[in-house]
């Protein structure tokens, strides 16, 4: 997997209501590899074994609109006053996850979207 590029998409997160169901849909029906993380998360290992490029995630609600999508950010609390100066609301965070921290937002539409650094 290459290095994440600051403000591209890095990571797509999936609401699972039911973790372990979840993992083994996805385990069967398209040899996806996970990187459990205790009961309250689980990464989706990149198809080349080379980290992660999503997550399923218990904490989160399915809806119709779609999964996560994932930001990464070089400077988060330079991205968090970025979008707020662009017009969009913070949500969530920004706190600490496994592997950094992060924050979600929406735009003005109500898009849901998150942003993750590294630290």
Known sequence: MAAPVHHAISYIELPAR???????FYEAAFAWRF???GPEYSGIVAADGEGEIGGLNPGAEPTGGGPLVLL???DLDATVEAVRAAGGEVVAGPYVFPGGRRFEFTDPSGNRLGVFADS
Not at 18 to 24: I, P, V, W, Y
């Open 72 to 74: 990464f950010s070089e």
């Open 35 to 37: 990187t459990d993380y």
């Open 18 to 24: 039911d973790l372990a169901a979840t993992k083994a």
